[in-house]
């Protein structure tokens, strides 16, 4: 029989937090799952611990080659099994109601839904640091938190992920609004993940988003010329901040705009669940049986 829900997961030398990023997935309440894991050509040991999972419902795919995520991704969409599609990082964590909450949502929504959820804010030890904050709506399009987005696999497939290579950092907002006049997008306001803050990121990477964010404001343009040229500003001020505070103390600070902190009760909820992933095991063998 086919899986109710496809969970994919793209990446590129992941370290040791695609461990927990597993687990995540094994930890759901809902469990009628396929679990589809590309590698993008990495030179890590990740290798060695994905084809030690046991489970047949965790299906691992690799050609050697280094494509960037969108490749990948319209890759994972073309191997799903299941009617719904729901994507993930391999350095983020679920929270264990996320595939049976989200899921429940999207059935009871027209097939062109796109439904991202709320989340919580983890540094690189894991160690809960707030509630992520997030405007899933701008004047240019939509923004989801985007480890948290699923949709019916219908909607995946008629609307796949820009390959040009200027969207590489920035492939989720070109697609969001690519498809905003014929998608329905929802947000859940439920922390159903858990998402890695790596503090302000590389100038490169940053560049790549930036030019990426550009390229999408271009194309919008001619309707709005005047938000265009303040979206552009607004990408130099921010490359600009990122230059300034990348090896100073005032990161700290960047960093902690991100996320709001938690009350006493939401802070006692996350880390219950958190545990709960952490204490879940992954059915493995060793290579030589």
Same mark, same amino acid.
Request: glycine share 4%; aromatic share 12%.
């Given at each position: ?101 989200? /899921? ?169 669940? /958190? ?15």
């Amino acid at each position: 029989m086919l899986p109710a829900v496809s969970i994919g997961i793209a990446y590129f030398n992941p370290g040791s937090s695609l461990e927990m990023a597993i687990q995540s997935v094994f930890a759901q309440t809902f469990q009628d799952w396929e679990l589809i894991l590309v590698d993008d050509g990495s030179t890590d040991h990740s290798t060695s611990f994905i084809q030690s999972i046991k489970d047949s419902r965790v299906r691992y795919f690799c050609d050697g080659f280094h494509r960037r995520l969108q490749y990948r991704l319209n890759e994972i969409t073309a191997l799903a099994r299941a009617p719904y599609l729901f994507r993930m990082d391999a350095d983020d964590i679920m929270h264990p109601e996320r595939i049976a909450l989200q /899921l429940a949502e999207l059935r009871n929504s027209p097939v062109n839904t796109v439904l991202g959820t709320g989340a919580y804010s983890i540094d690189e030890a894991s160690q809960i640091l707030g509630m992520r904050r997030l405007s899933h709506h701008t004047s240019m399009g939509y923004s989801f938190i985007h480890p948290s987005v699923a949709a019916n696999i219908e909607w995946w497939r008629a609307n796949p992920y820009s390959q040009e290579p200027w969207y590489y950092r920035a492939e989720d907002a070109e697609l969001w609004g690519r498809t905003a006049s014929h998608t329905n997008f929802r947000y859940m306001p439920e922390p159903l993940l858990f998402y890695r803050e790596h503090g302000p990121s590389s100038l490169e990477k940053y560049l790549g988003t930036a030019i990426g964010l550009v390229s999408i404001f271009y194309q919008r343009r001619h309707n709005k010329r005047s938000l265009y040229l303040k979206c552009i500003a607004l990408e130099i001020s921010k490359i600009w901040t990122m230059c300034v505070v990348e090896e100073t103390p005032l990161k700290e600070k960047v960093i902690k705009k991100r996320f709001r902190s938690l009350t006493d009760c939401e802070m006692a909820c996350a880390q219950k669940a /958190l545990d709960n992933v952490m204490k879940t095991p992954i059915p493995t063998i060793t290579l030589e049986e």
